[in-house]
């Protein structure tokens, strides 16, 4: 394992929300977008599921092979069991997706992804309709339910958009901060958002694909610094980053383990920094991604920010 | 043709009201001729060869007890393990001793340790409660053992604490454990979906075929010495059918096991998604291909509603609880409504776990509109469990003709638990509240959801009768039933829940030949002491299989 491949841990998303927020919906574009990852999908029931036939290369009782190296599996009550399904695959998947069931509390599905062996969680995305959200969340059964669920998000989706008027969207979505005011909310309809938003940015050697040409709505950017960051002055800076910022992802130096890469985390607000491999050979340097919604992430501002988090200028 | 055998005995109770008492039942085969007296049953005898069997003379003849509600794989998963609980538990091959206190504690997993044979053997203690025995630590067991595994499971089994040679075992790394959210490896701690990496490493040990055989076994003993003839699996195949179906037929279908099993299964697989409704019931229909003499499957299913009572996740209604609550829901109600609908309108009898009353809302809620939908009687939609319930809720019941199964055992052994804890006096004494289901006359059965509690119907029984509380008082009295209503729950209403009425629960000429032989008349011991009552043994379908007595 090299500095750039990271922990080594395949990192896990949980997708949550209630019955027919459009869960599958969102799964069905990961599974088709060329986004170039190995999924390992892991859902309850493939009956909702919409895969292309023609993509399917295997479909042995709970797991479907497709074409694009994505593998699908069903929970079937043991998600134990179905995560180690997936880590006993020849070739290791780049990422696992699980499908909360509609009534999970898909903070309790992530604990799974936080502690299984070999694995590392994500982040928690929340899918939300906009249509209903709100009155199942006065609902005589499952009002807990779904208010858990939206409160467990790191990125909440608002899905449905299509079939919201503008100051409909509004109201769902004033009342959706105030339901999970620690999530950064998103608008969809038909989960039209991109993989590297959803799931994170791939490291893919030196030069990453930025990916948002058909994706105006969001941006990444990039940056790279030479000096330790202090570890503390690092967190505060980025847990005040703006709403705009969706993920970051980064190997980061630091001066207080100067021996070890980094990896730094960020989904929603959901922040992580972790020791990851020893430098070794390589120089140590830091390199952090950032994904936001455009134009509401200033790349010079963020590159301040990171800057004043770093104990010595030579950018 | 068989001859006809007729067991005389001090009492024969029928439950059958046009005949409830007698003294002598003749049998021939697996069926009952009649039941009466020797001098009412001579047309009979003069007209076939008989014998007389006077071995119950002494005893009282019952119709053979039934737990339609209890998890013959889970039991065989616990009974190899080691009990240490707070309360008694009487199992055939051991009298477990109540645990108190926490060195009390300390000293019966000693005690344990030095009994077992083999020294790597790993201990798995069952029974382990806070409230009781204090908080366990994986120091605190590197004092029982550093060499042997030894792992304390929670009584309600959501927490287990484990020593350093467990850890070992396992073989699985400090700082991976400790990743985990909810493992605490210093403590040695797992809980919640911390279990699920616990059992991970333990699932080759424990459900390895030999053990689980043996597991069985004990089941098929504690079943046995329960007096029970008839038992309802309400979750076949819940760690896995294909692995335990081989298991099961192996260790029960055999000649010298004196009771049947009905086979309820999940009517889908938890969790929910999008249901095809006629895989569902060719999936169903075809697991009675596989029915042997003593395990059936038939036209009765399993739903859930809302989380385990015992973990606490019960979904309440108003007021909630006293502390801060979140239910659960096993099953999201659209697509238990989906499902409800797809089984009931191919005429299958539904049962639904229900622990809090909002799981019972569900349930009747749904029964409600699908009654609107397509009206049936004699459905025997069964609320199973009914932890907490209002009384609208069974009034309710008895106008859609539904019935209720229901776990009695919360009142003793978490009344007092639920009253200072969760729901406060006044609903943790209505729990279970069998006194109203019968005002209303809905069909009531009593279960234990062995190992949720003592297979035992007559300590069943004896609490409904009672609500005696573990702590030694009544809870709820005006919820406790009759004598005979509560002698009723474990015999005809168990089998009227099971849809079995036709062929077992009563005595009466035409039936199975399933009895329960007491030492002592349940009638004349009274309700406060039906737990105590001698169970001689039984007799399954015509023959007497006496109880092997201990020592």
């Known amino acids: ?315 | 043709m068989e001859k006809i055998t007729v067991y005389t005995a001090r009492a024969v109770r029928t439950m059958e009201p046009s005949l409830p008492l007698a003294n002598a039942v003749a049998v021939r085969g697996d069926r009952i001729i009649e039941v009466g007296s020797l001098e009412s049953m001579q047309p009979w005898l003069q007209a076939h060869p008989h014998t007389i069997d006077d071995r119950f003379a002494e005893h009282v003849i019952m119709p053979g007890f039934i737990d339609p509600h209890l998890h013959p794989s889970m039991a065989a998963l616990l009974l190899p393990m080691h009990f240490t609980t707070a309360l008694e538990w009487k199992l055939p091959w051991q009298d477990v001793p109540s645990t108190r206190g926490h060195n009390e504690f300390l000293d019966r997993l000693k005690e344990i340790d030095q009994n077992m044979e083999d020294p790597d053997e790993p201990l798995f203690a069952w029974g382990h409660h806070p409230i009781w025995h204090g908080e366990m630590y994986r120091q605190t067991l590197n004092g029982i053992s550093a060499t042997r595994p030894v792992i304390v499971w929670h009584r309600g089994f959501h927490t287990l604490v484990v020593n350093d040679a467990t850890v070992e075992w396992m073989g699985l790394d400090e700082v991976e454990g400790e990743r985990h959210p909810q493992v605490n490896m210093a403590e040695g701690r797992f809980f919640e979906t911390g279990l699920s990496l616990a059992f991970r490493y333990f699932n080759k040990f424990t459900l390895a075929p030999k053990r689980f055989a043996d597991g069985l076994e004990r089941l098929r003993q504690v079943v046995h010495h329960g007096g029970h003839t008839t038992i309802g699996d309400m979750a076949a195949g819940m760690f896995d059918l294909e692995m335990e179906w081989p298991a099961l037929v192996k260790a029960l279908e055999r000649d010298d096991t004196p009771f049947r099993v009905q086979m309820i299964p999940p009517a889908m697989p938890l969790g929910g998604g999008k249901k095809e409704g006629a895989k569902l019931i060719a999936r169903t229909v075809g697991l009675r291909e596989r029915n042997t003499h003593r395990l059936q499957f038939y036209d009765h299913i399993k739903l859930f509603a809302d989380g385990g009572f015992y973990a606490g996740l019960m979904q309440l209604g108003p007021p909630g609880a006293i502390e801060e609550h979140h239910g659960e829901w096993m099953t999201p109600p659209e697509t238990f409504e989906d499902v409800a609908r797809t089984f009931w309108n191919e005429g299958f009898r539904i049962h639904v776990h229900c622990t809090g009353d909002m799981g019972v809302e569900l349930a009747l809620d749904t029964l409600e509109k699908l009654q609107w939908e397509r009206p049936r009687f004699n459905h025997r939609f069964t609320i199973e469990h009914f932890g907490v319930s209002t009384p609208e809720q069974v009034r309710r019941m008895a106008d859609l003709g539904a019935c209720a199964s229901v776990n009695i055992y919360y009142v003793h052994e978490l009344g007092d638990a639920y009253w200072k804890n969760k729901l406060g006096h006044e609903r943790a004494s209505q729990m279970s509240r069998l006194g109203t289901l019968a005002r209303h006359g809905v069909p009531t059965a009593v279960h234990t959801d062995f190992t949720m509690a003592p297979a035992l119907p007559l300590t069943s029984a004896w609490v409904a009768a009672t609500r005696i509380t573990e702590a030694g008082h009544v809870m709820g009295p005006e919820e406790r039933l009759t004598l005979d209503q509560a002698m009723r729950a474990i015999t005809n209403e168990a089998a009227y829940v099971l849809g079995l009425e036709h062929e077992i629960g009563t005595i009466r000429a035409g039936k199975k030949a399933d009895f329960t032989i007491l030492e002592q008349d349940p009638y004349e011991v009274g309700a406060e002491n039906l737990r105590e009552i001698p169970i001689w043994g039984t007799v399954f379908e015509g023959r007497p299989f006496p109880i092997k007595k201990l020592k």
């Not at chain 1, 004033?174 to 909310?185: E, F, Y």
């Not at chain 1, 383990?257 to 020791?275: K, M, T």
């Not at chain 1, 509401?296 to 010595?312: K, Q, Y």
Request: contains cysteine; proline residues 4%.
């Open chain 1, 1 to 315: 394992m090299t500095a750039a491949s990271g922990s080594g841990r395949i990192p896990v998303t949980v997708i949550g929300g209630y019955l027919g927020a459009g869960k599958t919906t969102l799964i069905n574009r990961l599974l088709a977008d060329g986004h170039g990852r190995r999924l390992a999908v892991l859902v309850n029931d493939f009956g909702a599921l919409d895969i292309d036939a023609r993509l399917i290369t295997a479909h042995k009782g709970d797991t479907i092979n497709l074409a694009n190296g994505c593998v699908c599996c069903t929970i079937a009550d043991a998600l134990g069991d179905a995560l180690d399904k997936v880590l006993a695959m020849t070739s290791a998947p780049d990422q696992i997706v699980i499908e909360a069931s509609g009534v999970a509390n898909p903070a309790k599905i992530a604990m799974y992804g936080q502690g299984w062996p070999g694995l590392r969680l994500d982040g928690i995305v929340t899918v939300a309709d906009g249509e209903s959200v709100r009155t199942r969340a006065d609902d005589k059964f499952v009002a807990a339910t779904v208010r858990q669920q939206l409160a467990a998000a790191d990125l909440l989706i608002l899905n449905k958009t299509d079939l919201l008027a503008e100051e409909q969207q509004t109201a769902v979505c004033h009342w959706l901060k105030q339901q999970a005011p620690d999530a950064r909310l998103l608008a969809a309809s038909f989960g039209d958002l991109p993989a590297a938003v959803l799931l994170g940015q791939l490291y893919s050697g030196d030069g990453h694909r930025d990916g948002f040409a058909a994706h105006d709505a969001y941006r990444t950017a990039s940056f790279q610094f030479s000096g330790p960051f202090d570890r503390e002055r690092l967190a505060a800076r980025i847990k005040a980053w703006p709403a705009g910022v969706l993920r970051a992802k980064g190997l980061v130096y630091l001066d207080d383990d100067p021996g070890y890469a980094h990896i730094l985390q960020l989904v929603g607000r959901r922040y992580s920094l972790e020791q990851g491999p020893a430098w070794n050979g390589d120089t140590p340097a830091s390199r952090v991604v950032v994904i936001g919604t455009d134009p509401n992430i200033d790349p010079e501002w963020l590159r301040g920010s990171l800057l004043s988090a770093c104990n010595t200028n030579l950018q």
